[in-house]
């Protein structure tokens, strides 16, 4: 089955305690991105890769860091949490760039950071 | 940089009726794609259906419709015979097509809560 997975769904941490989010898709997409949702927001995108090895930086990177050394994972990495990073977190992974089908989304991580 | 606005945050329809969802966008491309992707309460995203902007006839997926009228950025979406299912967040997105360094950036509305009444 074509999916984008996300480890954890729920996590509960504190301030300053490093963290993985860990993204995976078994479709062979060559793009992936990370967004977080916020009320009253919507989405708001915080890292793209569009290849192994090639990422940016989206509308909200601060707090936030990626890596893409394999073309299926892609986490996000929290380096020092704040409470401000508390928020709902999506994968999302498309064909190419122009995601003409859409962009698959994983099922989302609750994080929250006290 | 783009806009998205949702002017309903919540709305409401009996099932088997037809209900239509507001998405207004700023942007000075001409050349761009529309979404409407599904959040129930899962909390995954799911695309509903797309719209290029250089096709003039509206997207049309089974019960699902939109009304593009792209002078007036504009980007409606019409559900047809409501079903339980449809229970859901709503949100309007915009990607703009601009060349390989583009990033694919989805800009999203700020969604739209819909509720089906049996």
């Known amino acids: 089955e074509a999916q984008v997975t996300q480890n954890p769904r729920y996590l509960i941490t504190v301030t300053g305690k490093k963290l993985t989010v860990t993204c995976s898709q078994n479709?062979?997409?060559?793009?992936m991105s990370w967004y977080r949702q916020d009320p009253g927001l919507g989405l708001r995108q915080i890292y793209y890769s569009m290849n192994v090895e090639v990422t940016d930086k989206g509308d909200v990177p601060e707090g936030y860091k990626v890596s893409r050394k394999e073309k299926r994972n892609f986490p996000l990495i929290l380096e020092s949490p704040s409470p401000n990073q508390t928020s709902l977190y999506f994968c999302?992974?498309?064909?190419?760039?122009?995601?003409?089908?859409?962009?698959?989304f994983g099922p989302g991580t609750r994080l929250t950071v006290l | 940089a783009q806009t998205v606005t949702q002017s309903q945050p919540e709305m409401s329809v009996q099932e088997a009726e037809t209900v239509t969802l507001s998405c207004t966008y700023d942007?000075?491309?001409?050349?761009?794609?529309l979404f409407w992707y599904k959040q129930p309460p899962s909390r995954q995203m799911i695309l509903v259906i797309r719209?290029?902007?250089?096709?003039?006839q509206n997207a049309t997926e089974n019960r699902f419709s939109v009304n593009f009228q792209k002078a007036a950025k504009s980007f409606s979406l019409k559900i047809s015979d409501s079903q339980l299912g449809d229970t859901a967040m709503y949100f309007c997105?915009?990607?703009?097509?601009?060349?390989?360094?583009?990033?694919?950036?989805?800009?999203f509305g700020g969604g739209t809560r819909l509720m089906v009444k049996p």
């Open positions: 479709m062979n997409h060559e793009y």
């Open positions: 942007t000075s491309e001409s050349n761009y794609y």
């Open positions: 999302a992974s498309s064909l190419d760039i122009l995601a003409l089908g859409g962009q698959f």
């Open positions: 997105a915009f990607m703009k097509l601009g060349g390989p360094n583009a990033g694919n950036m989805l800009t």
């Open positions: 719209q290029e902007a250089y096709k003039q």
